[in-house]
């Protein structure tokens, strides 16, 4: 029921921005927080940043003043707008949402910084 898809990444140099986006269905979107968190390769996965249902922001150090989530609750669909992008940044990114006390996943969407 409840179903997240991820999409938006690819391969963008150091410097570049990508806007990775996440659609969500099966639950009330719209008074539901949303998560971001990544895993780049060698690493444990990482807490991006999470936004609320009413559009309260919280970020990782490493991403912050370089990342903003936002959310179109007519779409049901949360962003991630990058900026200045590292080659640390790269990962696979994904989107998460807890819905009747159960986390859920998307598949992820991979995100590549390199010249």
């Known amino acids: 029921q409840v179903q997240l898809v991820e999409s938006g990444g690819g391969l963008v140099q150091p410097g570049g921005s990508l806007r990775l986006s996440c659609a969500a269905s099966g639950f009330t979107f719209s008074s539901t927080p949303m998560t971001w968190y990544r895993q780049g390769p060698g690493k444990e996965r990482e807490l991006v940043g999470s936004?609320?249902?009413?559009?309260?922001?919280n970020y990782a150090d490493s991403v912050k003043g370089r990342f903003t989530i936002s959310r179109d609750n007519d779409k049901n669909t949360v962003y991630l707008q990058m900026n200045s992008l590292k080659p640390e940044d790269t990962a696979v990114y994904y989107c998460?949402?807890?819905?009747?006390?159960?986390?859920?996943w998307g598949k992820g969407t991979l995100v590549t910084v390199s010249s």
């Open positions: 936004i609320s249902a009413g559009r309260s922001t």
């Open positions: 998460k949402v807890r819905w009747w006390g159960v986390d859920y």
